[in-house]
């Protein structure tokens, strides 16, 4: 028995105070609770991130593992992340078209199109359909380690599990983040540009004058910047549910599914706060 749990044992009970009382106090020990839980979660975070920054000084147990995840991150998720930006930019440009009231100039179509891919869904779109993809694999392959007692023969035989598992899977996403989010943002900006002269008949000079006005090689670079952030955010809370993981198979499904869902609202907090600090940057 911990120390939280001998501290339960000494609470007293509910149901000894007057009835009047046991609603707020219900409600208190929820929230202290609640609390408390949070405050430990953070610690246990802020130790896993101090053994990354630890395993970063074994170059030798991560490198090769390194350029393998690159592959499984990068070229394998390739298809898929161009396939769902095609798509996107296609229909962004449709439906921009479509929405134009006479009297607009129809290079408004490709300006639209440029700032939505490159700005937001390029990047966001990305990183999400990783966290399904990737995360989830990730997640599942370390917590299946740590179920079969894979990660504790490592620590056995003084070999860093955070530096062969975590580091590659960290320094391979936050490569293969940005390289994706660069051939995304292309597909998407040439689907919608597809989409918009041949379904919709707007003229290519039209377009090509809105991917063009107002272009700041900054734009890029922030799509950029939020493709890191969002690789990060992957690597680390995906590969730290999985090597949590307790209670056999049964717990590595339940870590897979808190993995990709606490990943998928980080992200979508990461993209509110890079748009709220870098977004007056790009006037």
């Given at each position: 028995?911990?120390?939280s749990?001998?501290?339960?044992?000494?609470e007293?009970?509910t149901e000894t105070?007057?009835v009047?009382q046991?609603?707020?106090?219900?409600m208190?020990?929820?929230v202290?609770?609640?609390?408390?839980?949070?405050?430990?979660?953070v610690?246990?975070?802020?130790?896993f991130?101090?053994?990354?920054?630890r395993?970063?000084?074994?170059?030798?147990t991560?490198?090769r593992?390194?350029?393998?995840q690159?592959?499984?991150?990068?070229?394998?998720?390739?298809?898929?992340?161009i396939i769902?930006?095609?798509?996107?930019?296609?229909v962004?440009a449709m439906q921009?078209?479509?929405?134009?009231?006479?009297g607009v100039?129809?290079s408004?179509?490709g300006?639209?199109?440029?700032?939505?891919?490159?700005?937001?869904l390029?990047?966001?779109l990305?990183?999400?359909?990783l966290?399904?993809?990737?995360?989830?694999?990730?997640?599942?392959e370390?917590?299946t380690?740590r179920?079969?007692?894979q990660?504790?023969?490592l620590?056995?035989?003084?070999?860093d599990p955070?530096?062969?598992?975590?580091?590659p899977?960290?320094?391979?996403a936050?490569v293969?983040?940005p390289v994706l989010?660069i051939?995304?943002n292309?597909?998407?900006?040439?689907?919608?540009?597809?989409?918009?002269?041949m379904?919709?008949?707007?003229?290519?000079?039209?377009?090509i004058e809105?991917?063009?006005?107002?272009?700041?090689?900054?734009?890029?670079?922030y799509?950029?910047?939020?493709?890191?952030?969002?690789?990060?955010a992957?690597?680390?809370?995906?590969s730290?549910q999985g090597?949590?993981?307790?209670?056999?198979?049964?717990?590595?499904g339940r870590a897979?599914?808190?993995?990709?869902v606490?990943?998928?609202?980080?992200?979508?907090?990461i993209?509110?706060l890079?748009a709220?600090?870098l977004?007056?940057?790009?006037?």
């Amino acid at each position: 028995m911990n120390h939280s749990d001998d501290s339960r044992a000494l609470e007293r009970s509910t149901e000894t105070y007057p009835v009047v009382q046991r609603g707020g106090i219900r409600m208190f020990r929820k929230v202290s609770h609640g609390t408390a839980g949070m405050l430990a979660e953070v610690g246990r975070h802020g130790y896993f991130l101090r053994d990354i920054g630890r395993a970063f000084g074994d170059p030798a147990t991560y490198l090769r593992e390194t350029i393998r995840q690159m592959r499984r991150i990068g070229v394998d998720s390739a298809p898929l992340a161009i396939i769902v930006a095609a798509f996107i930019g296609a229909v962004i440009a449709m439906q921009t078209r479509y929405q134009l009231f006479p009297g607009v100039e129809l290079s408004l179509v490709g300006l639209a199109t440029r700032m939505i891919v490159v700005l937001e869904l390029g990047p966001l779109l990305t990183a999400l359909v990783l966290t399904g993809r990737v995360g989830a694999r990730m997640t599942a392959e370390i917590g299946t380690m740590r179920v079969t007692e894979q990660i504790d023969a490592l620590e056995t035989l003084a070999f860093d599990p955070v530096a062969f598992l975590v580091v590659p899977r960290l320094l391979a996403a936050l490569v293969m983040l940005p390289v994706l989010t660069i051939f995304a943002n292309a597909m998407g900006v040439y689907s919608g540009f597809l989409a918009g002269t041949m379904l919709t008949g707007i003229p290519e000079a039209d377009f090509i004058e809105g991917l063009r006005l107002g272009f700041t090689p900054f734009q890029v670079a922030y799509s950029l910047i939020k493709s890191v952030f969002f690789g990060a955010a992957i690597a680390i809370n995906c590969s730290y549910q999985g090597y949590v993981t307790t209670a056999g198979a049964e717990g590595v499904g339940r870590a897979t599914a808190r993995a990709v869902v606490i990943t998928s609202v980080v992200i979508l907090v990461i993209d509110a706060l890079t748009a709220v600090i870098l977004a007056p940057l790009l006037q």
